[in-house]
């Protein structure tokens, strides 16, 4: 309930900064007066019309999703399509509702000024949900399962980043010897984990003990938990692995190393 | 004499086959693996099984269903490994609050012991220590035993639990006699290493008591891993299918030891060493050295080497 009540506090005021986005790119171009040449209100009437499906483009990007960084290029990227996606259809808009175009400037104005307004708002936005997210009880308690160097990395970037995913227990198959890492209590083997799932857990990340994977998988499955795995755990460590499809069978890609644009192409 | 069963561990190597059930009542080969133990020792001996709370009512259920009236099943109220008083602390206990006085004949439920123990009785010396040997043949392996060292055929020199350099292939598996004497030794003992019930044969031998040693070449296991279930299976199965009340095995092939427990079904599949529990369902699948909890349904699926948890559904 609560992660969902963010959520719909994110977009609604993503809404509202879009359209005040436009506002201000009005007044930037026009004055800060109410133009009779160019009129406010078809104008902001238009940028409201547009605004939900220009919601709809940046949700498809998956910008709103528990396990995207905010800060990161490529969720920039994303932020900017869709803004431009958005700049398209209000002028798109405009010209149905009332057959004329206007200045090219101000749609200038508003692609950069929404583009910034809507990075910087979910910078804020994202920071203040994760906080509120792993305020107790967390919303989405996470277990790790195997103790390794990687999986005590992720631990500590989790908890660092404050990620909406906290870890709350961790267990290993073979046993280890720490009572926690970073904090997060290890609760013991594999013999355990009916009992940490049944606690509410909503997300198991596999680090480790490859042979368990199916049983792992397994009891996710049963509890309705999100499952993860860490591509070390299937020995690939390059750092640079996707899943793509062949036929609509999922695969791990590793690519050899070579020119970055021919990623769009292989 | 009284037997006394060790069945309180939580089995965590042979996790998810122990998950919701105690590694002494897997079943090896259709039978709960307790049970080869307990119908071997002789009738008017009473067996007391020492288990966790976890398994108290799997037990019960497995000792009503038995059937021997002398059969106890005695709880030691812990719910996690870390909560448990040791194996040695749990036979300790036992002794002083049942105030026994009487030879003991001590047991370790995961073991599957090949020989009769009519034979190791019979081969028991009046107020002398006894214990079931047998060689492993392997000096890497003997490290994870107590390995035992022999002078005169039968007379017990040194005991060494878990050596880092064993000295021979001889290992303690899991049986032996304490005659009432050594009791108090064992009581005292259990106070500062309730965990180590080898090292028990060491004190002894430490205070001057005899020990002398029955050895067998009958097949003997220690189900305390995945393989070595596997191992015990193909060993009690051979190269046959054991199909359980209600269980159906159609248009299906097998190689080596195969075991499909009660209501399940094989269906179009390719099975070799294979354990399934009851209720599953298996259709067009190649599965090798695999066990398979009860409630499992696959479909389609190659799997090696795989243990699946109960309720595993692949489809």
């Given at each position: 309930?609560?992660?969902?009540?963010?959520?719909?506090?994110?977009?609604?005021?993503?809404?509202?900064?879009?359209?005040?986005?436009?506002?201000?790119?009005?007044?930037?171009?026009?004055?800060?007066?109410?133009?009779?040449?160019?009129?406010?209100?078809?104008?902001?009437?238009?940028?409201?019309?547009?605004?939900?499906?220009?919601?709809?483009?940046?949700?498809?990007?998956?910008?709103?999703?528990?396990?995207?960084?905010?800060?990161?290029?490529?969720?920039?990227?994303?932020?900017?399509?869709?803004?431009?996606?958005?700049?398209?259809?209000?002028?798109?808009?405009?010209?149905?509702?009332?057959?004329?175009?206007?200045?090219?400037?101000?749609?200038?104005?508003?692609?950069?000024?929404?583009?910034?307004?809507?990075?910087?708002?979910?910078?804020?936005?994202?920071?203040?949900?994760?906080?509120?997210?792993?305020?107790?009880?967390?919303?989405?308690?996470?277990?790790?399962?195997?103790?390794?160097?990687?999986?005590?990395?992720?631990?500590?970037?989790?908890?660092?980043?404050?990620?909406?995913?906290?870890?709350?227990?961790?267990?290993?198959?073979?046993?280890?010897?720490?009572?926690?890492?970073?904090?997060?209590?290890?609760?013991?083997?594999?013999?355990?984990?009916?009992?940490?799932?049944?606690?509410?857990?909503?997300?198991?990340?596999?680090?480790?003990?490859?042979?368990?994977?199916?049983?792992?998988?397994?009891?996710?499955?049963?509890?309705?938990?999100?499952?993860?795995?860490?591509?070390?755990?299937?020995?690939?460590?390059?750092?640079?692995?996707?899943?793509?499809?062949?036929?609509?069978?999922?695969?791990?890609?590793?690519?050899?190393?070579?020119?970055?644009?021919?990623?769009?192409?292989? | 004499?009284?037997?006394?069963?060790?069945?309180?561990?939580?089995?965590?190597?042979?996790?998810?086959?122990?998950?919701?059930?105690?590694?002494?009542?897997?079943?090896?080969?259709?039978?709960?693996?307790?049970?080869?133990?307990?119908?071997?020792?002789?009738?008017?001996?009473?067996?007391?099984?020492?288990?966790?709370?976890?398994?108290?009512?799997?037990?019960?259920?497995?000792?009503?269903?038995?059937?021997?009236?002398?059969?106890?099943?005695?709880?030691?109220?812990?719910?996690?490994?870390?909560?448990?008083?040791?194996?040695?602390?749990?036979?300790?206990?036992?002794?002083?609050?049942?105030?026994?006085?009487?030879?003991?004949?001590?047991?370790?439920?995961?073991?599957?012991?090949?020989?009769?123990?009519?034979?190791?009785?019979?081969?028991?010396?009046?107020?002398?220590?006894?214990?079931?040997?047998?060689?492993?043949?392997?000096?890497?392996?003997a490290?994870?035993f107590g390995t035992v060292i022999?002078?005169?055929?039968?007379?017990?020199?040194a005991f060494e639990e878990k050596p880092?350099?064993p000295k021979t292939t001889l290992v303690n598996?899991?049986?032996?006699?304490?005659?009432?004497?050594?009791?108090?030794?064992?009581?005292?003992?259990?106070?500062?290493?309730?965990?180590?019930?080898?090292?028990?044969?060491?004190?002894?031998?430490?205070?001057?008591?005899?020990?002398?040693?029955?050895?067998?070449?009958?097949?003997?296991?220690?189900?305390?891993?995945?393989?070595?279930?596997?191992?015990?299976?193909?060993?009690?199965?051979?190269?046959?299918?054991?199909?359980?009340?209600?269980?159906?095995?159609?248009?299906?092939?097998?190689?080596?030891?195969?075991?499909?427990?009660?209501?399940?079904?094989?269906?179009?599949?390719?099975?070799?060493?294979?354990?399934?529990?009851?209720?599953?369902?298996?259709?067009?699948?190649?599965?090798?050295?695999?066990?398979?909890?009860?409630?499992?349904?696959?479909?389609?699926?190659?799997?090696?080497?795989?243990?699946?948890?109960?309720?595993?559904?692949?489809?």
């Open positions: 309930m609560r992660y969902r009540l963010l959520l719909i506090g994110w977009l609604l005021t993503d809404l509202a900064v879009f359209i005040g986005s436009y506002a201000a790119a009005y007044f930037l171009r026009v004055g800060w007066i109410l133009s009779t040449d160019f009129p406010f209100e078809p104008y902001i009437t238009v940028v409201a019309i547009t605004s939900p499906l220009w919601l709809i483009v940046l949700i498809t990007t998956r910008t709103f999703a528990l396990t995207r960084s905010q800060s990161s290029f490529r969720n920039l990227a994303y932020i900017i399509y869709s803004s431009l996606v958005g700049t398209a259809l209000f002028a798109l808009g405009y010209y149905f509702l009332f057959g004329l175009f206007f200045s090219r400037m101000l749609l200038l104005y508003a692609l950069v000024i929404s583009t910034i307004a809507i990075w910087i708002w979910h910078l804020l936005y994202s920071k203040f949900q994760r906080m509120r997210l792993r305020a107790d009880p967390p919303v989405f308690p996470t277990v790790i399962v195997g103790v390794t160097r990687e999986s005590r990395e992720l631990i500590k970037k989790l908890n660092k980043g404050s990620n909406p995913l906290k870890p709350v227990a961790v267990l290993d198959g073979r046993g280890c010897k720490d009572t926690e890492i970073d904090g997060v209590p290890v609760r013991g083997k594999l013999n355990k984990l009916e009992d940490v799932l049944s606690e509410g857990v909503t997300h198991l990340i596999q680090c480790s003990d490859l042979e368990q994977s199916l049983n792992l998988l397994s009891a996710c499955r049963q509890n309705k938990i999100t499952y993860m795995l860490l591509p070390s755990v299937l020995g690939i460590v390059e750092r640079d692995e996707k899943v793509e499809s062949l036929e609509g069978q999922p695969v791990t890609m590793v690519g050899p190393k070579e020119n970055p644009l021919m990623w769009f192409f292989k | 004499m009284h037997a006394f069963i060790l069945a309180g561990g939580f089995a965590t190597r042979l996790w998810p086959l122990t998950e919701k059930r105690a590694k002494p009542l897997l079943p090896l080969a259709g039978i709960p693996l307790i049970e080869y133990l307990v119908r071997d020792i002789p009738e008017d001996v009473p067996v007391t099984i020492s288990t966790n709370a976890t398994f108290k009512e799997a037990f019960e259920d497995w000792a009503e269903g038995f059937g021997r009236s002398n059969v106890e099943i005695l709880i030691e109220d812990v719910k996690s490994d870390d909560q448990k008083l040791g194996a040695l602390g749990a036979t300790a206990q036992w002794i002083t609050d049942a105030q026994i006085d009487d030879d003991v004949l001590l047991l370790t439920g995961d073991n599957y012991c090949g020989f009769s123990f009519d034979a190791f009785l019979k081969a028991a010396t009046p107020d002398t220590t006894l214990i079931a040997v047998h060689d492993i043949g392997d000096l890497e392996k490290k994870a022999v002078e005169n055929a039968q007379r017990v020199s880092k350099s598996t899991g049986c032996s006699l304490l005659p009432k004497s050594t009791l108090p030794f064992l009581v005292e003992y259990a106070k500062e290493h309730p965990d180590n019930v080898g090292g028990i044969f060491e004190e002894l031998l430490h205070k001057g008591k005899q020990i002398e040693c029955f050895r067998f070449t009958e097949p003997w296991f220690d189900i305390g891993s995945f393989d070595a279930y596997i191992e015990a299976t193909k060993e009690l199965v051979g190269g046959a299918v054991i199909t359980e009340e209600g269980a159906r095995f159609e248009r299906s092939k097998h190689n080596g030891s195969v075991v499909i427990g009660s209501q399940s079904q094989v269906i179009d599949s390719d099975l070799t060493d294979v354990v399934i529990f009851e209720n599953c369902v298996i259709e067009d699948c190649v599965l090798s050295n695999c066990v398979l909890d009860k409630g499992c349904k696959l479909k389609g699926i190659d799997l090696t080497g795989k243990m699946l948890r109960e309720g595993t559904i692949l489809t």
